[in-house]
């Protein structure tokens, strides 16, 4: 099945600064990578998507890019604030488009 | 208003006790799905549904059934229970599979098993 790693686990910046969050995938068929952000006792919520057939896709400070040689895809959060901090999840859809695996999380605390 | 519930939101219970936690959305969507979320591993998917009738694994489905006799219900049962599977659960719905459909989480049920 599909193996998904993100990293790092943890991730401070100072505000204003960028954060960059990394994962690999393993199944050369995935074709969908969404990022999910939950904050403190909510449930995920989508901020951004890409499927395999773009490079990039941007959303206002939000980034992210697929590398489908490598296998990896990164989140790019820009000019970060406060709001930011929350545990960002990358995923990767399986071949069959069925079944979603997520990265461990990553913790972005933006210090003011 | 669109939206995923999950009931209860909390739930304290013994080894043993059969158990189902509820799961409704009312957007009509074909496909549902429930995770289970521990510190350090993510979410990792138990059961998922493609339409009525059409259940299957996740990665961690040991100890867990569902069932889905309606496009808008999909109940996770827990036949016995154990403490492994306090967890924070989560069930989630989008339009037509994971092929680039926005999933949409419901709130969560926190359950602990003694």
């Known amino acids: 099945g599909e193996n998904v790693e993100q990293h790092p686990s943890t991730l401070s910046v100072q505000e204003g600064d960028s954060a960059v969050i990394k994962c690999t995938y393993s199944?050369?068929?995935?074709?969908?990578f969404p990022w999910y952000k939950q904050e403190l006792g909510k449930r995920p919520q989508l901020i951004i998507d890409i499927r395999s057939n773009v490079g990039e896709k941007k959303d206002q400070r939000i980034a992210v890019t697929l590398n489908k040689t490598a296998k990896h895809f990164s989140l790019h959060i820009t000019e970060t604030q406060p709001e930011d901090s929350a545990v960002y999840f990358c995923?990767?859809?399986?071949?069959?488009?069925?079944?979603?695996?997520f990265g461990s999380g990553t913790q972005l605390t933006v210090l003011p | 208003e669109a939206q995923v519930t999950q009931n209860p939101r909390y739930l304290i219970t013994v080894t043993g006790k059969k158990l189902t936690v509820t799961c409704s959305q009312n957007?009509?969507?074909?496909?549902m799905s429930w995770y289970r979320q521990d510190p350090g591993l993510g979410l990792r998917q138990i059961y998922y549904s493609m339409n009525v009738e059409v259940t299957d694994k996740g990665d961690v489905p040991e100890g867990y059934k569902v069932s889905r006799k309606e496009k808008r219900n999909f109940p996770l049962i827990l036949e016995s229970p154990s403490p492994n599977q306090t967890s924070l659960y989560f069930c989630a719905s989008s339009l037509l599979g994971l092929a680039g459909y926005e999933q949409y989480f419901g709130p969560g049920t926190r359950l602990t098993v003694t």
């Open positions: 199944d050369s068929a995935s074709n969908y």
């Open positions: 995923a990767a859809n399986s071949g069959s488009a069925r079944q979603l695996t």
């Open positions: 957007m009509n969507h074909e496909y």
